[in-house]
């Protein structure tokens, strides 16, 4: 996927209505201005948001707004199809492949009681 292009289909016209409406109840004139505060990519500051980013920016001002609580940060979604299968193997099965591609891989150091511990080899 080139860079800055979305990663899915886009959001409907009345997504993005809606979602700037709920922008403009929460003191942003437009996505630019809401870029910081929202934490929306270049792309999605130009208005350009796919269904699943658009779908979650609502559900997030809408609960914002539902509560009271003032309007958090909303990170954007960043992670490609590939990164977000990494984040759900098991250390264990990522470690194997790490090995066999002649990488390093070591334990993360863990501090306790009695202070950090050395890090042990992974699945060895």
Do not use: C, Y
């Not at 509560?67 to 979604?77: E, Q, S, Y």
């Not at 390093?104 to 009681?113: D, H, I, R």
């Amino acid at each position: 996927m080139a860079f800055g292009q979305q990663s899915g289909p886009p959001a409907s016209a009345r997504q993005v209505r809606e979602l700037l409406a709920l922008l403009n109840d929460a003191g942003h004139t437009d996505f630019r201005d809401a870029r910081g505060p929202m934490g929306f990519s270049q792309r999605q500051a130009a208005g350009r948001f796919t269904r699943d980013e658009a779908t979650a920016f609502i559900a997030r001002l809408q609960g914002n707004e539902l509560d009271g609580a003032p309007l958090a940060f909303v990170p954007a979604a960043k992670l490609s199809a590939q990164e977000e299968l990494l984040r759900h193997l098991p250390s264990e099965q990522l470690a194997g492949e790490l090995r066999r591609r002649r990488w390093t891989v070591t334990e993360p150091v863990a501090s306790g009681p009695s202070g950090a511990r050395p890090g042990r080899e992974l699945g060895a």
